[in-house]
């Protein structure tokens, strides 16, 4: 996003870039700088980096990683995915949980697709990461295939 869109974007998701922004100072979070839109916070304490189990969490602009950004190759990998997420939240707002939501709920009642795997949102953020797209579905009837082969 660039010029008035980032702007609008940036003051869209300020209710919960302020939510994001009170957690990590609550939990204890090293701030590791501002890259693109996200401001990036990584856990202080061994014990955190343990009790948190995703790579990346982010709510609003703000994204607490699982370790600093540059510490290697593969969270700059992590950080472009979070930055497609930060952008999910400047475009949706404070509306972006309750659309993943409705859009998650959609998904489990489809057979063959799995609901965190097949989401659009996830979809574009690997996308925009260089990551594996999977065609929708594809993973979980090749593992089932290869079940019912083994038996």
């Known amino acids: 996003m660039r010029g008035f ?30 890259f693109g839109d996200a ?21 609003g602009q703000v994204v607490l990683m ?19 997420h930060v952008e999910h939240w400047m475009v949706f707002g404070v509306f972006t949980p309750i659309i993943r939501c409705v859009v998650r709920s959609l998904l489990k009642l489809l ?9 659009p949102f996830e979809i574009s953020a690997r996308r925009h990461a260089d990551q594996t797209i999977d065609i929708p579905g594809i993973r979980k ?8 082969n083994k038996l």
Request: glycine letters at 4%; aromatic letters at 12%.
């Open 5 to 34: 869109k980032r702007w609008v974007g940036s003051v869209w998701s300020v209710p919960a870039t302020i939510i994001g922004k009170a957690y990590v100072a609550y939990v204890g979070c090293e701030y590791a700088g501002a």
């Open 39 to 59: 401001f990036v916070y990584y856990p202080k304490d061994k014990r955190l980096k343990k009790k948190l189990e995703l790579e990346a969490l982010v709510i």
């Open 141 to 148: 009837r090749l593992s089932d295939a290869s079940k019912r």
């Open 66 to 84: 699982h370790e600093h950004p540059r510490q290697h190759r593969y969270n700059a990998v992590i950080l472009k995915h979070a930055q497609k």
């Open 111 to 119: 057979n063959n697709v799995d609901s965190v795997y097949d989401d």
